[in-house]
């Protein structure tokens, strides 16, 4: 019988479709997969390894799992993803529990080594005579095995990123942008719509760099994020909304703007990290656009698609970040008015052109720039949630709730990415209004009638 396999995934959500992939590569080969590494035969790590907390994570997460081949169940201990393709060598020497270390997480591979695997934990001969599939239809036709909620999903349309910033270590792990063909990407939507996904969320590192190296569009239509989505757009069934997250501020088109603002199945909601509001920092970052070209992006985004929700990343504390350059991001989130912000500290990565720079700023002053950066923008955020009390929002429900009176369901607006932006929670229709019953990835019409900190407060519409 076929070993139990777990999967522990790390890290973003490209690397959960990598995971999904090969979960459904090996189900669709017969093998059982379990939620519970303590009870699964092999456990495959799907790890992150971009900046040093991520290592960290990945590190402790690879020992308290090889405790339970003392504890536990565990026979076997497979690791990939991103700090194995990064740190190999580290790796092998320093871990002599994980039996075998792969690179990113590719399903025609993982099949194969789980058949070796399961031959040797059973002693039977691997049934090798069995032609393995080729990638193609590994990707297409077997279903991904979702670890987001059923009604969203993410579909990552291409591997690695060909920018250069000067801060990221993703390209020495990933390599160029390489783009997933539109025809398989329609494929692999329709699938999940028939699934029943609701909600479809474009992923890369770039999406915006979608289909530069396909050779000539397919279809006739032409190739790039703009075409992408046109072409999703009128193409699938089921799908209610379609998301597009992590853009690049030089690479944001008007024909990319003009898909969002004339499709109501496009949200309008613009993932696009500027990092920083210096021009020394940027120009440091090699993000290849400055400060006012950049806030001249944000102030047409926001005249083309009316109502969009901007989220961004910045970076603080980049070697040589002076307090004038930092006081010029504050003053570029103050301008611009993210409705969506993370911010992370600048993290030391050997083999990136940053690493190398000097003028690196304190621990302790990353810190507080970070603390100031987020206080300003918590602001920002509960004055734009102050101003939505009265509007009518078109919300998804994501869960119900039984344990929050009055609230009965959680859910989040076009302006809410699922996982990293806030919710609104929902109550029924007031008065002798019947209370609907509602699924996750239904879709209603509610009143804001308030907020809780960062989330909304609403009432759904009666009718
Ligand atoms: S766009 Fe820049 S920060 Fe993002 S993955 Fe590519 S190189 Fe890294």
Same mark, same amino acid.
């Given at each position: ?5 777990? #999967?522990?995934?790390? *890290? ?39 900046? @040093? ?5 990945? %590190? ?36 002599? &529990? ?30 090798? /005579?069995?032609? +393995? ?13 979702? $670890?987001?909620? *059923? ?18 270590? %993703? ?9 997933? &063909?539109?025809?398989?990407?329609? $494929?692999? !939507?329709?699938?999940? /719509? ?30 790039? +994020? ?11 069934? *089921?799908?209610?909304? %379609? ?18 603002? !004339? ?44 109502? +969009? ?29 993210? @409705? ?8 030391? @990565?050997?083999?990136?052109?940053? #690493? ?8 302790? &002053? ?40 009055? #609230? ?15 919710? +609104?929670?929902? &109550? ?8 609907? @019953? ?13 907020? %809780? ?11």
């Amino acid at each position: 019988m076929n070993p139990t396999i777990a #999967f522990v995934t790390l *890290g973003c959500a490209k690397n959960s479709v990598d995971s999904e992939k090969a979960m459904g590569a090996l189900v669709s080969d017969g093998f059982s997969l379990t939620q519970d590494p303590a009870s699964a035969d092999v456990v495959i790590i799907n790890t992150c390894g971009f900046i @040093e907390s991520a290592r960290e994570e990945s %590190i402790d997460e690879i020992l308290q799992i090889a405790e339970l081949k003392k504890t536990g169940s565990l026979r076997s201990l497979i690791v990939g993803g991103c700090l194995a393709v990064r740190y190999r060598d580290e790796l092998e020497a320093e871990l002599p &529990e994980v039996d075998r270390f792969l690179g990113l997480l590719d399903p025609v591979e993982i099949r194969a080594v789980c058949r070796e695997t399961a031959a040797q934990l059973t002693g039977h001969a691997d049934s090798g /005579g069995v032609e +393995i599939p080729g990638r193609a239809e590994v990707l297409l036709d077997i279903p991904r095995v979702l $670890t987001t909620p *059923g009604h969203f999903a993410y579909l990552k349309i291409a591997e690695g990123c060909s920018n250069a910033c000067s801060f990221c270590a %993703i390209p020495l792990i990933r390599g160029v942008s390489v783009s997933v &063909e539109p025809d398989d990407l329609i $494929t692999e !939507s329709a699938a999940l /719509g028939r699934a029943g996904v609701k909600e479809l969320i474009l992923i890369a590192q770039d999406t915006t760099l979608y289909g530069r190296d396909l050779k000539g569009g397919s279809g006739g239509i032409t190739t790039d +994020i703009a075409g992408l989505l046109r072409r999703l757009d009128s193409e699938l069934e *089921g799908i209610e909304w %379609i998301r597009l997250m992590y853009a690049y501020p030089s690479r944001v088109t008007d024909d990319l703007l003009d898909v969002m603002a !004339s499709s109501s199945r496009i949200v309008s909601y613009l993932d696009l990290p500027v990092q920083s509001g210096s021009d020394s920092v940027l120009e440091a970052m090699r993000r290849g656009m400055g400060r006012s070209a950049t806030l001249e992006l944000f102030h047409k985004v926001r005249d083309r698609v009316p109502g +969009i929700t901007l989220r961004t990343s910045l970076i603080v504390g980049f070697p040589g970040e002076s307090e004038r350059d930092f006081l010029e991001t504050l003053d570029l989130i103050t301008e611009v008015r993210f @409705e969506r912000l993370g911010v992370f500290t600048w993290s030391p @990565e050997e083999g990136t052109p940053s #690493f190398e720079l000097d003028g690196r700023v304190p621990e302790e &002053e990353m810190e507080r720039r970070a603390a100031e950066v987020l206080s300003v923008q918590r602001n920002i955020m509960l004055e734009i949630n102050g101003s939505l009390t009265g509007e009518m929002v078109e919300v998804m429900v994501d869960e119900l709730l039984d344990d929050l009176p009055p #609230f009965s369901w959680l859910g989040r607006t076009r302006g809410d990415a699922p996982e990293v932006d806030q919710g +609104i929670y929902l &109550e029924g229709p007031g008065g002798d209004a019947p209370q609907p @019953e509602l699924k996750p990835g239904d879709i209603v019409h509610a009143e804001v009638v308030g907020h %809780i900190d960062f989330d909304l407060e609403g009432v759904i519409a009666g009718d």
